[in-house]
């Protein structure tokens, strides 16, 4: 798991999704996570007005654009099953099975594919509204101390639209 | 206008070689691919001098594998590249064989593949400057369990539907004494090995292997001036080579790319889907046949399950898919894997396949689809 310390919250993998709410500097001691609302980094074309996932700097895929024309865009983590499966093992002994994996397209349109809150589930329903939460892990803090710090990361899980 | 294959000269596979996919062991390269080249010389009753051009299908060996390599056929000082392209890279360099020849830069070309299984750095690693969300979590298997549960849900199709293509490749494979794995699986060893992703058990993958697999092309002129047999050349109807575009189903993107590459190569060939007697595609995973074989045409969406239990892709069906065992059998050494599905098309068309023989094999087709994705297709054709 990518460690990063960012601006006084840390995330599992930095620059892909932070805490919607800016003014929220630290969440050490906070109990449950999942009521901080996640925004994903994703990006606007302006010239082709394609929006993508994640955010970068190299070059639109859609037509080419780059620089000024490429546009950082906050992406609400919300949207419809597509598909899912349960990982039982994975090649990479780095990466613990098993998790399960969903594919869910975004309401704002792009098509991602992200870990689920809980590892397994006894069912689940293509075109499920699926929201993304925060999980936390307590992770070493890099200090020499052994202290630990918390880190966020984001996962999905059935929610309502209407909360959407 | 880009030119099609059609617009050069004619192009012709004219031997071919293996040394069987097997299982990593100490054998070395140099020994997977001389076994291959020097098989494939004999095949076609020509020495290495003859030989112009050198295109070497690899991903695994490192920087300049081939010399150090074939210089021990006797080094003749003929242009030798390698040819990275991820699982299409013996396809790939197959294609840089068939142009040097169409082109007219050679008469004679080798194309070989060999690898031997190696940790590569892969798209969306530390080096490449961009993380993906599911950070590593979607391997290529996850990637079509995915697409597989979408099916499912789609056509009303069960896992048995994906394990029968295992079935069948198993049963082809345990006909070939060059592929990785020769034992005929029954349903249910399929269906309960082990769970690794989705619906996708151990005995839906394709296992990890080495090997060599070398082909010789040559021109009419080749042909004739090495005194080679025109009765066993096969004709290389239409070589293309694509590479991933923005589509609306954006996670489907390996069939889209598909679907656009057959469609070029069969046109440029002149042919139809529905003249096709032999396919090797690429099955690493089981549920890939299904997806690819609607791709090319050759089944309506939906409908590839259907068909296959019928018996239709089998040897001795319409049109015989993985007839070497495909992916799933045969192996995936990624190096020899799109140049061994060359060496089988030619077998196939030559009448020289023996028990896994497709009666009245006249046209067939080659697929791989590599990471990044890029798509190779080749039509050939038996001349008559």
Redesign the interface.
């Known amino acids: ?2 460690d990063s310390q960012g601006a006084g919250i840390s995330y ?2 930095p ?3 932070e805490v919607q709410n800016s003014a929220l500097t630290s969440v050490e001691g906070l109990g449950d996570v999942s009521q901080i609302r996640p925004v ?1 980094k994703g990006m606007v074309c302006r010239s082709c007005q ?1 929006i993508s ?2 955010v ?1 700097t ?1 070059g639109c ?2 037509c080419g654009e780059v620089g000024k024309g490429l546009q950082p865009k906050d992406l609400e983590p919300m949207g419809e099953l ?11 002994k780095s ?1 613990t099975a098993p ?1 399960t ?1 969903a ?1 869910i397209r975004l309401k704002e349109g ?6 689920l809150e809980k590892d397994s589930y006894d069912s689940l329903d ?1 075109g499920t509204w699926m929201e993304g939460i925060f999980i936390k892990h307590e992770v070493a803090a890099g200090n020499d101390n052994q202290d630990k710090t918390t880190q966020l990361e ?1 996962r999905f899980r059935p929610g309502s639209k209407a909360d959407a | 206008m880009p030119k099609a294959l059609k617009d050069f000269r004619n192009v012709y596979v004219v031997g071919i070689g293996f040394h069987p996919y097997q299982f990593f062991s100490a054998t070395p390269y140099l020994t997977l691919g001389l076994t291959a080249v020097r098989q494939a010389l004999g095949d076609a009753g020509i020495k290495w001098p003859s030989v112009e051009s050198v295109y070497h299908g690899t991903a695994m060996l490192g920087m300049a594998p081939t010399r150090g390599m074939l210089k021990h056929l006797g080094a003749t000082g003929i242009p030798m590249t390698q040819v990275e392209n991820a699982s299409a890279s013996g396809s790939t360099a197959f294609r840089q064989s068939v142009l040097e020849v169409a082109g007219g830069f050679s008469d004679v070309s080798l194309c070989l593949g060999v690898d031997k299984p190696a940790l590569v750095n892969m798209p969306g690693s530390q080096n490449f ?11 290529p298997i ?1 990637h079509f ?6 099916y499912m ?1 789609k056509y009303g199709v069960d896992p048995e539907d994906f394990g029968r293509v295992a079935v069948k490749n198993s049963r082809n494979g345990a006909l070939n004494p060059n592929a990785q794995k020769q034992r005929a699986l029954n349903l249910e060893t399929v269906l309960e090995g ?5 619906v996708l058990t151990k005995r839906q993958c394709c296992p990890i292997g080495e090997g060599g697999a070398a082909v010789i092309v040559a021109s009419e002129e080749g042909i004739r001036k090495h005194g080679i047999d025109m009765s066993r050349a096969i004709k290389v109807l239409s070589s293309t080579l694509t590479s991933e575009e ?1 589509y609306e189903n ?2 489907d993107f390996d069939a889209e790319l598909t679907r656009h590459t057959t469609e070029l190569a069969l046109a440029q060939a002149g042919v139809s889907a529905k003249e096709l007697d032999v396919v090797e595609l690429h099955d690493a995973f089981s549920v890939e046949e299904l997806f690819y074989l609607e791709a090319m045409g050759i089944a309506q969406p939906g409908e590839a399950s259907h068909m296959l239990k019928e018996g239709i892709f089998d040897i001795g069906g319409e049109v015989a898919v993985s007839p070497s065992g495909g992916l799933l059998s045969m192996g995936h050494p990624i190096g020899p894997t799109g140049v061994g599905q060359i060496a089988e098309i030619t077998r196939q068309l030559r009448y020289e396949a023996g028990d896994r023989q497709q009666p009245n094999a006249k046209l067939g087709l080659a697929h791989m689809v590599g990471l990044g994705a890029v798509c190779s297709v080749h039509v050939l054709s038996k001349e008559t």
């Open positions: 798991m990518a599992a993998h620059g892909l999704y994903l394609r996932i994640p970068q190299y895929e859609g597509l598909s899912y499966a349960l990982v039982s093992k994975h090649h990479d990466i998790f994996m594919e792009p098509v991602i594919r992200a870990a293509v984001l | 400057g961009i993380r993906p969300l599911d950070a590593g979590r979607i391997a996850t369990a995915l697409l597989a549960q979408n849900e082990e769970p690794l992703s989705g923005v954006a996670t």
